[in-house]
């Protein structure tokens, strides 16, 4: 009897980590505009210099194929890169945010576009919860960042 209960158990934890990234974020997209993004951060408190350095800095998302079920995400700005290695969609990992601070990181896929959530571990972190939703808009990865009811778009054109 513990046998087939065994075997739901394996094949219920395969469906929840079966999902993959879609083929489609796969590349390099680079900043192109933004909408409201001065505003979004201003909302967040950051102050006037944090925001000129954060709205000028170029910026470039990279999505590459790790493993059959892996990806890396490459977040390269003029201020600092991030890098996340073999991340499984809806696994949580410890990452480092832009702030320096170690955050708990999720990736996850609803409704076809991917988010990516941000809980830092360390409560006085410069950076605050955050989730960023991704969309494929024809050839733009289009990111929306939203903060208590202020939206901000940020587009990318594939390279």
């Not at 409704?111 to 006085?124: G, M, N």
């Not at 950076?127 to 202020?150: A, C, I, P």
Request: proline letters at 3%; one cysteine or more.
């Amino acid at each position: 009897a513990s046998l087939p209960l065994l075997c739901l158990l394996v094949f219920s934890l395969s469906c929840v980590y079966a999902d993959n990234l879609p083929e489609q974020f796969f590349g390099k997209f680079s900043i192109d505009r933004s909408d409201n993004f001065d505003e979004y951060m201003k909302e967040k408190g950051y102050g006037w210099f944090t925001r000129r350095l954060v709205s000028l800095a170029g910026v470039d998302k990279v999505f590459t194929k790790a493993g059959p079920n892996t990806f890396n995400f490459d977040n390269l700005t003029t201020k600092k890169d991030m890098h996340y290695k073999n991340i499984v969609l809806g696994q949580e990992f410890i990452g480092e945010g832009l702030d320096g601070s170690n955050h708990k990181i999720t990736f996850t896929l609803r409704d076809e576009a991917l988010y990516e959530k941000h809980i830092p571990t360390d409560p006085d972190a410069e950076q605050k919860e955050d989730e960023y939703k991704y969309e494929l808009v024809g050839d733009e990865l289009v990111q929306t960042l939203e903060f208590n009811g202020m939206v901000a778009k940020r587009y990318f054109k594939r390279q």
